[in-house]
């Protein structure tokens, strides 16, 4: 069986070191609110390049949160419009819904599976009070034409970078910016099967504006500065100790695992010749210089995804769909209306889309079997 994902075997490379820092955590007596997790607050603001990072609880207390402070900020307030992409998790649309605000889909681009950024000004009206951007699958989503528009319209861009820690924005005059500081602020998550994961729940903010970080901090605390004083009717959401103490290990590593993950991507793009598989990237990219993709998934489309899986499934592949019901489908929104909405972009990549597998520790001898499937599926189904 290859697995999709193998955490036991990633996590294997540091075990030692994780025990040795969990037994410390343990024998330390302090928990929450210490300087582990300051100790990964100040790596994380290093590594991404921000002056504020505030560890929480998980990914989508991370979205949470920012939104909420925007709105004890006065920046927005119940009813207000969120630009977002239609195809995202759905995290990113529960984050918004939470705090009474409205999500406004906007369809992605095909080739990317990103917000489709020309799409987006025509969404806008005097209620848009943000554009959340969403790097999909590992890949920046960014252009200069976000901050034109957030510019113009006095917008603020909230990147979900749940999945692209460590890529690598290049700005047309060179300039280069990691993902989690493009914007106003970012929301990460540190799910174990992230690139960079945690052996439990974890997440953090980032963010340049000192006051949005200092309410953000205070709201992760029961909306509390202060033991017993509270400011804000705020939700227990931190980051503790023992997950801080991991995640400063792993960070270390990050980097090179990221690109092993691109060095992966690329043999799949270069031996993939299936012409019914629809590849990320086109034949002749070179994958592994571009910085801009951290491959958190290798997503391909086929017209027969269903079978296609199936017959993996049968020649023990293990894979996945990211995502088979897109937001707008869910049940939990059906009171909004949104399966409504006219999405057809959204709804074809969710019918086609499947992960192979693609993480640091897979052989060479996993990815050249899966690619053998791949491209005799006919011959073999």
Known sequence: MIKFLDLQKINSQYAEKLKQTAAEV????????????????????DYVGSRHAIGVANGLDALR????????????????????????????????????????????????????????????????????????????????????LAQKYNLKIIEDNAQAIGAIYTYPDGRQKKTGNLGDAAGFSFYPGKNLGALGDAGAVTTDDDQLADVVRALGNYGSRQKYVNDYQGLNSRLDEIQAAFLSVKLKYLDAE?????????????????????????????????????????????????????????????????????????????????SKKNLPITEKISHTIVSLPIFQMINKNEIRLIINYLNNINKYD
């Open 65 to 148: 949160l920012i939104l909420r402070a925007y709105i004890e900020l006065g920046v927005m307030k119940e009813g207000d419009e969120v630009i977002v992409p239609a195809n995202t998790y759905i995290a990113t649309i529960l984050a918004i819904t939470d705090n009474g605000l409205t999500p406004v889909l906007v369809e992605p681009d095909i080739k990317t599976y990103n917000l489709d950024i020309s799409l987006v000004e025509q969404h806008i009206t005097e209620r848009t009070r943000a554009i959340m951007v969403v790097h999909l699958y590992g890949r920046v989503c960014w252009d200069p034409e976000l901050e034109r």
């Open 258 to 338: 990221n690109q092993a993950r691109r060095e992966i991507a690329q043999y799949y793009i270069d031996h993939i010749t299936n012409p019914d598989i629809i590849l990320p990237y086109p034949k002749g990219t070179d994958v592994i210089n571009d910085l801009s993709h951290v491959w958190h998934l290798f997503v391909i489309r086929h017209p027969e995804r269903d079978r296609l899986q199936k017959y993996l499934a049968d020649n023990g592949v293990q894979t996945l769909i990211h995502y088979p019901i897109p937001p707008h489908k869910q049940r939990a929104y059906y009171q909004k209306n949104f």
């Open 26 to 45: 343990i024998d330390s007596g302090w928990y929450l609110l210490g300087n582990r997790v300051k100790t990964f607050e100040k790596q994380l603001c």
